[in-house]
């Protein structure tokens, strides 16, 4: 069985090499590595790391240099989850999610019939969570950075004032969504987002207004966002345009630091995010059913890996919708969730040669998707520290509003909330009553900042955008590595596939199916979607010598970089 296995992983691979004339760009570093969706942002880390500075304090500078040179996800005005491993091999994690403001009622959303209006959850300012981000990044620099917090903000400023020059994927994007921003922008002066022309690629783009608000946060740190000029700017535009975020929410904002969550997979152990994300249950679970059904056993693309996924999948997802929300909200049952017995009886009911339907699986008794909505990051530093950022604004651009004299992005993480029962999100996610709209709770998110140990060391550090896709991103990266024993280029480039029990539909990269597999699945009953992308890792994995080997899902997105020392 191992040898056919390791026949078909050469084979795959093999075709999809020379299919995609992919370039093997995994370079190792003694040092320090960062891995991010933007090649100036890596730049960033580098060179703080190259100061002396430790994986947080560089990943506190990448955080602040997104939210400049990839305005759709890099953020000031999100939120998201960092997971830490000190050098020691302790671990921590923090929540940095956005929350709904006091002002926020579960039908908020709905309309007179009671029908829920997307647009309100999703685009302008009703959308808007209180942002996370800045409150984040300063617990995590005064738990575990060494440098000034002064000089992490320094580099960002210089790329707002100086301006970015477009890559294309950036120029096309800002195009993209050129309509949807202008609509929400009523006025356009000094909007660094909305221009006359088109973008196009090598244009700079400076944001002064931006490099103000971060000057903010420079001096004057959590004061700089959630009090002062700052602060006024964003109550001022709730307040002219219908949103209900005010100054005591912005003031009471508080990032949380959460114990992770700790599993084993196959003598690896793998440390993920609890909730408010569903990540790392999901991941567990997940995990604990590959283990369950072999998945080591059959050989990477074959039927019965991608039936077996799809399964898995399926039944997770229909947890996800019905036990998970903010844990400081509703008693989420995480324990059992992740208990071995549990698990084994919830994947006791999966046939290998039969599909099962959504309908008739439901949580355990205890759409389309858009790929890079959110980003991540990956760090290690030469001290041996390692951090995983998931960071968003959720959808591209977020609410589409730029704060008038901010110069910055508002998210829509609202929309994460589950507006009506069974109504699915923009990622055709749907939830009850543990993910409903409360004042001050946290919505449920999909990210999954990982970090997997392997003999007490340090083995991977991973994580991805993609809403409901970062899930099954992230578990596939892990059993390429793990199970198919693919090399770190490989179980990043290897095609994926995702499904979330509902819609009751399977997505897979174009070369992620034979013809035959296809086939097969289909006879079984399973309904196959094409989707161009599935995720965008940014990985870091470390070489039996101790080296980083960092990964950049360039295929995916040419802008993603590796930078290291
Ligand atoms: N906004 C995407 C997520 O948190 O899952």
């Known amino acids: 069985m191992q040898i056919i296995k390791k ?36 730049e960033v880390g580098n060179e703080i790391l190259q100061k002396g500075g430790n994986a947080f304090d560089a990943a506190v500078a990448v955080q602040f240099a997104l939210a400049v040179v990839y305005p759709r996800a890099g953020n000031i005005a999100g939120g998201g989850f960092a997971l830490i491993r000190t050098s020691k091999g302790e671990y921590n994690s923090l929540d940095f999610r956005e929350v709904a403001p006091r002002a926020a009622f579960e ?66 994007k800002l195009n993209d969504y050129r309509d949807q921003i202008s609509a929400q922008n009523k006025n356009k002066s000094n909007n660094p987002y909305v221009r006359e022309r088109p973008f196009r690629e090598g244009d700079t783009l400076s944001n002064l207004a931006l490099a103000r608000s971060l000057l903010a946060i420079k001096t004057k740190g959590r004061n700089g966002f959630y009090e002062g000029e700052t602060a006024n700017l964003i109550v001022s535009e709730m307040e002219k345009y219908g949103g209900i975020i005010n100054a005591k929410d912005l003031q009471d904002y508080q990032a949380i630091w959460r114990k992770p ?65 903010d844990p400081d909200f509703y008693p989420i049952p995480v324990d059992r969730l992740v208990d071995g017995e549990y698990l084994e009886n919830r994947f006791a009911t999966i046939e290998m040669d039969e599909k099962s339907n959504s309908q008739d699986v439901k949580a355990g008794s205890v759409a389309v998707i858009e790929s ?103 578990f596939q990266n892990i059993i390429n590595r793990i199970d198919f024993e693919m090399n770190p280029q490989q179980s990043v480039d290897a095609p994926r596939v995702h499904s979330q029990w509902l819609p009751d539909e399977v997505y897979a990269e174009s070369k992620a199916l034979s013809p035959e597999v296809k086939g097969k699945l289909e006879e079984v009953g399973h309904v196959i979607k094409i989707q161009s992308k599935i995720g965008m890792m940014a990985n870091i994995f470390v070489s039996e010598s101790g080296a980083y080997i960092g990964i950049a899902d360039t295929e995916r997105h040419a802008d993603s970089r590796v930078a290291g020392y």
Request: hydrophobic share 40%; with cysteine.
């Open 7 to 42: 026949i078909a992983v050469f084979f795959v691979l093999f075709l999809l090499v020379f299919s995609c004339a992919i370039s093997d760009q995994s370079k190792s570093y003694k040092n320090g590595v960062v891995v991010s969706a933007h090649y100036l942002a890596s």
């Open 372 to 474: 890079f909505e959110t980003t991540h990051f990956s760090i290690a530093d030469q001290e041996g520290n390692a951090v995983a950022i998931t960071t968003t604004l959720n959808g591209n651009y977020g609410s589409k509003v730029v704060v008038e004299g901010g110069g910055f992005f508002l998210n829509n993480e609202m929309d994460d909330f589950s507006c009506k029962p069974g109504v699915p999100n923009q990622f055709g996610l749907v939830g009850g009553e543990a993910n409903a709209i409360k004042p001050k709770k946290r919505m449920l998110s999909s990210m999954t900042p990982t970090i997997v140990e392997k003999n007490g060391t340090l083995f991977m550090v991973l994580g991805s955008p993609g809403g409901s896709t970062i899930i099954t991103s992230v």
């Open 261 to 325: 969550l700790i599993g084993e997979y196959r003598e690896h152990k793998i440390v993920s995010m609890p909730p408010p994300s569903s990540g790392g249950i999901a991941l567990l679970q997940l995990l604990k059913g590959a283990e369950m059904h072999k998945m080591n056993e059959w050989s990477f693309g074959s039927f019965e890996h991608i039936h077996l996924m799809v399964e898995l999948e399926r039944r997770v997802y229909a947890d996800r919708a019905t036990w998970l929300g």
């Open 107 to 172: 039908q908020m959303y709905c309309d007179r019939e009671g029908n829920v209006n997307s647009d309100w959850s999703q685009k302008g300012h009703l959308a808007v969570g209180v942002p996370g981000t800045v409150d984040g990044m300063v617990k995590l620099h005064e738990k575990y950075g060494s440098m000034k917090w002064e000089a992490l903000l320094v580099p960002a400023i210089k790329l707002a004032r100086n301006g970015v020059v477009l890559s294309e994927l950036e120029a096309n």
